[in-house]
């Protein structure tokens, strides 16, 4: 078990588990903003945001445990599809790859160093037309448990 914070280690392992899914090939995997860089689809991590608990006294004179729970919010974007319907249906198969990933390795993979869970939180999704054609926005919200030495 992981004795200091592992929310990075977790973002990491989701960006590989992400890149590697063989219904986001060609999509632009990043473990934040991509700025100027970013292409047509792009799915990236907005932060890493919770709270620690733990005990402030106790009886034992052990290492007390903490339980570090934290959000990783993740935008998708499809852009370059020929109309709306199309830009939703992409962003539908890339929130589908999220969802895969959790209900096929719901500690991601990392139950060793201290994920208990993951849950699928909300998933909100639009598209819109631009003069420059449709684009598509979706959220996502990985909720994480660790238990942490």
Request: net charge negative; proline share 4%; charged share 25%.
């Amino acid at each position: 078990m992981s004795t200091t914070s592992i929310r990075w280690t977790v973002a990491k392992q989701l960006v590989d588990l992400l890149a590697a899914h063989p219904d986001a090939a060609g999509t632009q995997i990043e473990p934040g903003w991509p700025g100027d860089a970013v292409k047509a689809e792009c799915i990236w991590i907005e932060s890493l945001d919770g709270s620690e608990e733990y005990p402030y006294m106790s009886g034992s004179d052990a290492r007390q445990t903490t339980d570090d729970r934290f959000e990783i919010p993740l935008q998708i974007r499809v852009a370059n599809r020929k109309d709306l319907f199309a830009t939703m249906d992409r962003l539908t198969e890339l929130v589908a790859v999220v969802q895969d990933i959790v209900k096929d390795d719901p500690v991601l993979g990392l139950f060793e160093a201290g994920v208990l869970e993951v849950d699928l939180g909300q998933a909100d999704m639009t598209a819109g037309r631009l003069s420059e054609g449709h684009l598509g926005f979706a959220r996502m919200v990985l909720a994480v448990h660790a238990r942490l030495f």
